[in-house]
């Protein structure tokens, strides 16, 4: 039995556990998806929390052919906030892989038709695949896998499994990441007030204490 993937699985697992909202890894993770899929490019694309606008995080593939399709386009892709396309929501709604034939098909009106066709000439690009990454069947972004001419998705449950794991922690990280920000709000104010807050775990053992206790004690 081949447990080639099933280990792969269980090793990413085991790494996205390392990461936190200060040091995720959004290009091994877009790397490590192209090459499990077999796809010639890949993007990780992360929706807001209006679950509609979506921005681009990473990109994967030939960089030198890569820097050329961002002259073609005329703008940066990764950092890019794409905005909300009911075209492509309605493409990809009940599948958690898409298949589309050619790039064109999945731009629709956001990349012009025209530099499509370009990129998929220049790049010999054939099929594009998009796979959900989801969390409690939620969407929380995409995977978007471009394949050369004649080629086509390889261990598609491995990918839509990697795919969710992603997906989970993308959430674990923005909870962390709001946490975090709520905390940091928190103590602002404590430490500007003129009251005492003082904190204590369920042993009533001292976790915070405000720095007004000096000028009230």
């Keep these: 039995i081949d447990i080639t993937h099933e280990y792969f699985i269980s090793k990413v697992a085991t790494e996205f556990n390392q990461y936190s909202y200060q040091n995720i890894d959004y290009q091994k993770i877009v790397d490590d998806i192209r090459e499990v899929s077999g ?95 989801t969390k409690d069947k939620i969407m ?7 394949f050369a001419a004649k080629t086509h998705l390889r261990n598609k449950k491995i990918v839509e499994a990697y795919a969710d794991l992603v997906g989970s922690l993308i959430s674990r990280i923005r909870a962390e990441e709001a946490l975090h920000n709520s905390e940091e709000k928190y103590r602002f104010f404590a430490e500007k007030m003129g009251d005492i807050v003082w904190t204590t775990d369920l042993e009533f053992n001292t976790t915070y204490v405000s720095p007004s206790v000096y000028n009230i004690l």
């Design 39 to 133: 796809a010639q490019y890949a993007a990780l694309n992360i929706f807001e929390e209006n679950g509609k606008d979506f921005s681009t995080v990473a990109l994967s593939g030939i960089s030198k052919n890569i820097q050329k399709a961002i002259k073609f386009i005329g703008y940066p892709i990764v950092g890019k906030k794409w905005d909300y396309d009911p075209h492509r929501e309605k493409l990809i709604e009940h599948h958690k892989t898409t298949i589309f034939s050619n790039l064109a098909e999945l731009n629709g009106t956001v990349i012009p038709n025209k530099i499509s066709k370009l990129i998929e000439t220049t790049f010999n690009i054939g099929e594009v695949a998009l796979v959900k990454t």
């Design 140 to 146: 929380i972004g995409d995977f978007t896998l471009l």
